[in-house]
């Protein structure tokens, strides 16, 4: 079960892949500044979890409208998470859980994914700038993307 509204996040410093090498972003960082948007997905250059990171791309200005700041987790490496980022031309920091960490400490981890073993199940969680949960969903499978109107409301009632 994914974290629920009102909870803490949980905090957590993991790599991403830039030109200029990898780099940590820490979730905290964040607080009393901006609030965040965490897209955890299964697995990089597969179709939903490529749609899902287009569209977050596409519309990515409503996001820093809404004075958030938007990156997705998944449990690839930085190194795939950058060739998929380039490939498609994902513009959100994707941040890599390799050792599956973050998606065990907000409840979203999937022990097998047909057959191909453990990896993030599709959540969604707006974290305000106290550190606090505002939303929190999980898919009931892979193939069905969140609610990006209820994260956008959720961010709007954050303003």
């Not at 009102?6 to 607080?31: M, V």
């Not at 490496?77 to 973050?102: G, H, Q, R």
């Not at 700038?129 to 990006?148: H, R």
């Not at 994260?151 to 954050?158: D, M, P, R, S, T």
């Amino acid at each position: 079960m994914p974290l629920a509204v009102g909870t803490a996040a949980p905090d957590f410093t993991l790599k991403t892949k830039t030109a200029e090498g990898l780099k940590e972003i820490k979730l905290s960082e964040n607080f009393g500044k901006k609030n965040t948007v965490l897209l955890f997905f299964p697995l990089a250059f597969t179709g939903v979890c490529t749609q899902e990171m287009c569209d977050i791309t596409a519309g990515l200005g409503a996001y820093h409208g809404l004075n958030a700041e938007v990156y997705g987790i998944s449990v690839d490496s930085p190194f795939a998470l950058e060739a998929w980022a380039t490939k498609e031309k994902i513009s959100i920091p994707l941040l890599s859980d390799l050792n599956k960490t973050v998606a065990i400490a907000y409840g979203t981890l999937l022990e097998d994914l047909i057959g191909l073993g453990s990896v993030s199940a599709r959540a969604a969680f707006v974290i305000g700038k106290d550190g606090k949960i505002a939303y929190s969903e999980q898919t009931p499978t892979p193939k069905e993307l969140p609610s990006f109107e209820a994260i956008k409301a959720a961010l709007g009632e954050l303003q």
